[in-house]
């Protein structure tokens, strides 16, 4: 699975994929880009895309759309670590078309 992180998302997050492939906003060259331009981009590319974003789901259309969303409940890496588990356990269990919010 191809995932994709969120500019406001910790790029450490990144190596918690075993058996996947992540890579940043700001690797792929898509820093600064607007949500609906971004889902738009990477769709038939990424498989998940994981944001921290709380207003993508109300600011955007997602009807039709392939990209799965993970909404994470923070972008701090303190926060995030004791979840690593959850994390990942959603992303192995997110379909196309999914969006999954999880919760501290």
Same mark, same amino acid.
């Given at each position: 699975?191809?995932?994709?992180?969120?500019?406001?998302m910790p790029k450490?997050?990144?190596?918690?994929?075993?058996?996947?492939?992540?890579? *940043? /906003?700001?690797?792929?060259? &898509?820093?600064?880009? #607007?949500?609906?331009? %971004?889902?738009?981009?990477?769709?038939?590319t990424f498989d998940?895309?994981?944001?921290?974003?709380?207003?993508?789901?109300?600011?955007?259309?997602?009807?039709?759309? *392939? /990209?799965?969303?993970?909404? &994470?409940?923070?972008? #701090?890496?303190?926060? %995030?670590?004791?979840?690593?588990?959850?994390?990942?356990?959603?992303?192995?269990?997110?379909?196309?078309?999914?969006?999954?919010?999880?919760?501290?």
């Amino acid at each position: 699975m191809k995932i994709l992180l969120d500019e406001n998302m910790p790029k450490p997050l990144k190596h918690i994929f075993r058996g996947h492939s992540a890579t *940043t /906003v700001q690797e792929e060259g &898509l820093a600064g880009t #607007r949500n609906g331009d %971004l889902l738009a981009r990477i769709a038939g590319t990424f498989d998940a895309f994981i944001t921290g974003d709380k207003n993508l789901r109300y600011q955007q259309n997602l009807t039709g759309r *392939t /990209v799965a969303i993970l909404e &994470l409940p923070t972008n #701090r890496l303190p926060l %995030l670590r004791p979840m690593f588990q959850r994390i990942v356990s959603a992303v192995d269990d997110i379909k196309p078309g999914d969006y999954i919010q999880l919760a501290l």
